[in-house]
Every structure is written in structure tokens, then in C-alpha cells.
């Protein structure tokens, strides 16, 4: 009789004294969070609109800001698609087989998480630059990549391409493969089987890593950087044309140019969480 209210007094008295802990830590994220986020986010748009909405599409309308958006979208759709190929086909021969080099496959799908943007890029320019391994080859055949469009692609795809496969991987791996070994059973072909059977299964983990390789693809500096040469209206992209501006104390032009990319992040994170929600609800 008396041993389940001695149960739920205690357990009355531990709330009661965690309570402050909890509202400190509460406060304390809230804290953190208006900090380093949403001050950051309110400082990019009044900067952006400080001279008013005229300065503001203004500074998106200059030819300089459209190439640099252009360029922005032309490296994304040409990695994102690569990625997701790569990404699916890493992740499925990793999850399904055993083979000699498969801890070094999993090894190199994280390198660009723990390379460096810049160092990333500077391979690039040893590999293609003029002074670089393939340098002298790529010039005696009027190959452009260093500061010019393929390279920024090429420095995109690099540091892009572990978020598909690297978000899709253990969704494989939760699934198992009893469906797919069940549909080989019964005559399908291997084709059939992935579209038909592994695909479904794995489709909002390859949305949730398509966007966040997307994301990624359009906000990349440090390696695109590198490569580009900030040649104006040629090889900027829009955060190298952010950068640009800022240098050049065109602050409206510049937070104008970040306030797009926000507006990107804010996007990607609506869609990160709307994409959980459904994987969680299937």
C-alpha cells in the first residue's frame, strides 16, 4: 500500500530538484543558440536591406552577381547528380559484399571530411595547375581546369561527395537484405532488384544526403576558392563573390550575396527536417 506513494514521492522530489538543472540548461542553449545563430542571421539581412530593398536587388542584379549565381548552380547540378550516383553504388557495395579493400573504400569516402577545403584545392592545383603533374600535358592541349569552370567541379565533387553515400550506408545496413535475396530467389535480375527493392527502402535516406550534398555543393568556399582564381564574372561563385565585395567594402552588394546563401541554409534545413519527419512516419 504505502511502497508506490513512497515511489512517486521520491520520484516527485527528484523532478522538484533537477528542475532548476533543467531550466539552466535550457536557458543556457537558448542562449547559445540566439548567439551564434540567430544574431548572426538578423545581422546578414539588416546589412543586406541597410540602404533599402532598391540597393538590395540592385546588388543582385548586377552581371557579376548573376555569373556568380549561375555558377553556383551549374557546380551543384553537375555534383549532385555524380554524388548521388557514386553515393548509392558506395553505400550498396559496402552494405551487400565483403571484399579485399573495403575498410580503404570506407576510409576514402570520409577523406574529405577530414582534409581540409584549401588543402583539398592546392591538390588540385599540384595535380592540374600549370607547374603540376599534368600541367605541362593539359597546357600543350589547351586543357583549362585550374582557375576556370572544371576545376571549381572538380574541387565541388571532392568535397561533396561522402554526404550520399555516407547517409545512405547505414540505412543499407539497418534494412539487411533479406527482401533483395528473396527477390533473386524468385527469378528477378539485379537491376530490378535495386530499383524495385533496394531503392524504396533507402529513398529518404538519399533525399536527407542529395540535400545536404546540395547544400554543401552551393555554400563551398575554401576549396572552390583555391581553384578559381577570382576571376570576376568568369570563375567566382556566389560565397567567393560575397567575399569579393566585402573586401572591396560594398557591404549591401555582399550581405546581399550572403543573405541568398541564408536563405539557402534556412531552406535546406526545412527540408532536412520535413525529409526526417517522413522517414520517421513511413
Not at 567567393?240 to 534556412?266: C, K, P, Q, R
Amino acid at each position: 500500500m504505502h511502497a508506490p506513494s513512497l515511489q512517486l514521492q521520491r520520484r516527485a522530489h527528484v523532478q522538484a530538484s533537477s528542475a532548476p538543472l533543467r531550466w539552466l540548461l535550457i536557458g543556457g542553449a537558448l542562449l547559445f543558440m540566439g548567439l551564434f545563430l540567430f544574431v548572426p542571421l538578423v545581422a546578414v539581412f539588416t546589412f543586406a536591406f541597410q540602404k533599402g530593398v532598391g540597393e538590395y536587388l540592385s546588388a543582385l542584379a548586377t552581371p557579376e552577381a548573376w555569373a556568380a549565381i549561375r555558377l553556383t548552380l551549374l557546380a551543384a547540378v553537375i555534383a549532385v547528380p555524380i554524388n548521388l550516383v557514386f553515393g548509392l553504388a558506395a553505400a550498396w557495395l559496402i552494405a551487400r559484399f565483403k571484399f579485399r579493400g573495403r575498410d580503404l573504400l570506407l576510409t576514402l569516402i570520409d577523406l574529405p571530411f577530414s582534409v581540409s577545403p584549401v588543402i583539398a584545392g592546392l591538390i588540385f592545383v599540384l595535380l592540374f595547375g600549370r607547374q603540376g603533374w599534368l600541367g605541362p600535358w593539359l597546357a600543350e592541349h589547351d586543357i583549362h581546369i585550374i582557375f576556370s569552370v572544371p576545376g571549381i567541379v572538380l574541387a565541388t565533387l571532392f568535397i561533396t561527395f561522402p554526404f550520399v553515400a555516407r547517409e545512405v550506408l547505414p540505412v543499407m545496413q539497418a534494412q539487411g537484405s533479406d527482401e533483395e535475396e528473396a527477390a533473386l530467389t524468385l527469378g528477378a535480375s539485379g537491376w530490378t532488384t535495386f530499383l524495385r527493392v533496394t531503392l524504396p527502402k533507402v529513398k529518404w535516406g538519399v533525399l536527407y544526403g542529395v540535400i545536404l550534398c546540395n547544400a554543401r555543393a552551393m555554400g563551398e568556399f575554401g576549396a572552390v576558392s583555391v581553384v578559381s582564381g577570382h576571376i570576376r564574372g568568369v570563375t567566382t561563385t556566389l560565397p567567393l563573390h560575397a567575399e569579393i565585395l566585402y573586401n572591396e567594402y560594398d557591404f549591401v552588394g555582399a550581405f546581399a550575396a550572403a543573405s541568398l546563401l541564408t536563405v539557402l541554409a534556412l531552406v535546406t534545413l526545412v527540408l532536412k527536417k520535413y525529409v526526417e519527419w517522413k522517414a520517421e512516419a513511413s
